[in-house]
């Protein structure tokens, strides 16, 4: 998109909202999107980012506007975190064993999103990535002490390469991580030894929709003829786990049974 043809999108957006009644629920929704860009590295450009920031503060509340800012401004000194610590890591001659990691560090209160420590997480971090956590946690001691460093693994994301009949490299949560390395040394286990790694219990809606997951991208299958069940009443928010019966992953023999 040129720039002329920004300058005209942001004006009609810009016009559009002075008709909005109900301007917080727009705020809102635009929050969350700007959180979840940021997040996910989608964002066209921190320039374009800032001028549809600049342009909201025409109808929006300052409190708001002041936010998506903060945000922006967290992304950055983030990013700055991060290159010191990668070229500390590099300094200190790093543990090959540790896999390549990077971690966002978002201010408390900006962001739509629940941070919590460790300990209080509904989601196990998977194994390998365990040292990632302490070795960032010391190293954010030695840069800021008396902060409190809390955790948002549903967030995280996993680049993964997979060797089954052929390799694929492939991009995962870390629910769905922690799912796949339970065949790391088993090619048969139980469900519930799953969903025990994962630290969820039976009915954990959590747990349904990355074991579903898995299942809708057929590293996970049905052994029985036909398609896999995906049951989900969206009404009561319960999956049907009857549906996980007999799962196994195309073409690795990984079983999963109730």
């Given amino acids: 998109v040129g720039e002329e043809e920004a300058d005209r999108v942001l004006s009609l957006v810009v016009t559009t909202l002075r008709y909005l009644l109900d301007k917080d629920v727009f705020q809102s929704h635009y929050a969350k999107l700007l959180a979840k860009r940021l997040v996910n590295d989608t964002s066209t450009s921190q320039q374009s980012e800032e001028a549809m920031i600049q342009a909201l503060k025409a109808t929006c509340t300052p409190d708001s506007t002041s936010r998506l800012s903060r945000m922006l401004t967290d992304k950055s000194l983030s990013e700055d975190l991060d290159l010191q610590y990668q070229t500390e890591r590099a300094r200190i001659n790093d ?110 809606r959590d747990a349904a929709f990355c074991v579903l997951s898995l299942v809708k991208s057929r590293l996970l299958i049905h052994t029985t003829d036909g398609n896999p069940a995906l049951e989900y009443d969206p009404s009561t928010g319960e999956a049907g786990w009857n549906a996980l019966a007999d799962l196994c992953t195309g073409g690795g023999g990984h079983e999963v049974v109730l």
């Fill in 95 to 204: 543990n090959p064993s540790v896999p390549p990691h990077r971690v966002m560090v978002l201010t408390s209160g900006t962001w739509p999103y629940v941070l919590n420590p460790l300990e209080s997480q509904s989601l196990a971090i998977p194994q390998p990535l365990e040292a990632c956590v302490d070795m960032f946690e010391e190293f954010y001691k030695t840069r800021y002490s008396g902060r409190r460093l809390g955790w948002n693994l549903e967030l995280s994301r996993a680049e993964v390469r997979c060797c089954l009949n052929k390799t694929y490299d492939m991009t995962m949560t870390t629910g769905q991580l922690a799912a796949l390395l339970v065949f790391q040394d088993t090619d048969t286990t139980t469900l519930a030894h799953v969903l025990s790694a994962m630290r969820h219990s039976q009915g954990s």
